[in-house]
């Protein structure tokens, strides 16, 4: 199913299909996500590889948000990534670039969303800055991401007194099965 998705082509075709296909994963009773992907880590939101398609190089990264964690503002290294929500809640903003001076970059929220069990939605440079969190105070999340390539860094916007962001190189850790 992610296979044909991806053999499609086009990068809106594609992350439609995608979209379509995680949906119907989600949602099917008889598609479960291994134990361990259910059980968050201490300190930060687990990044845990399903899958890498050695025809078509794409990545499926189950992600465990415990109460509470979630992300900087950040990029995906200019590459697609479709991602949907298996369990719990997560709040999600998107950002748009509106200036950049140097180093400094300049966003303003585009919109947002919380994301409940089943939702998926893409991501496509150069609309790609984000967050995601867990804003539930009691039980954790687990969402799906398929990324076009393995997703090893990104980069992280730090914010500054002024409203300006620095741009910081992240290299990203696939974390063991629990």
């Known amino acids: 199913m992610l ?12 992350t439609a299909a995608l979209r379509d296909a995680l949906t119907a994963l989600i949602v099917d009773p008889g598609v479960c996500l291994p134990d361990y992907v259910h059980a968050p880590m201490a300190g930060h939101y ?8 050695p025809e078509h190089g ?26 949907g929500v298996w369990q719990g809640q997560l709040d999600i903003v998107q950002y748009e670039l ?12 585009a919109g947002r969303s919380s994301a409940g069990p089943g939702s ?11 967050t995601i969190h867990n804003a539930d105070p009691d039980h954790i999340a687990v969402s799906v991401h398929v990324y076009q390539a393995p ?15 620095v741009r910081e190189s992240t290299r990203l850790a696939i974390d063991e099965a629990a």
């Open 3 to 14: 296979d044909a998705a991806v053999a499609l082509g086009g990068v809106q075709a594609v």
């Open 46 to 53: 687990a990044r845990r590889e399903l899958y890498r398609s």
């Open 58 to 83: 794409y990545s499926v990264v189950a992600m465990t948000w415990a109460p509470g964690q979630g992300t900087p503002l950040h990029d995906h290294d200019g590459r697609w990534c479709v991602e």
């Open 98 to 109: 509106v200036e950049k001076a140097g180093e400094r970059l300049r966003f303003r929220v």
């Open 120 to 130: 998926a939605g893409s991501l496509i440079p150069p609309h790609e800055y984000h």
């Open 151 to 165: 997703l090893e860094s990104c980069a992280s916007f730090c914010p500054q007194e002024d409203g300006w962001f």
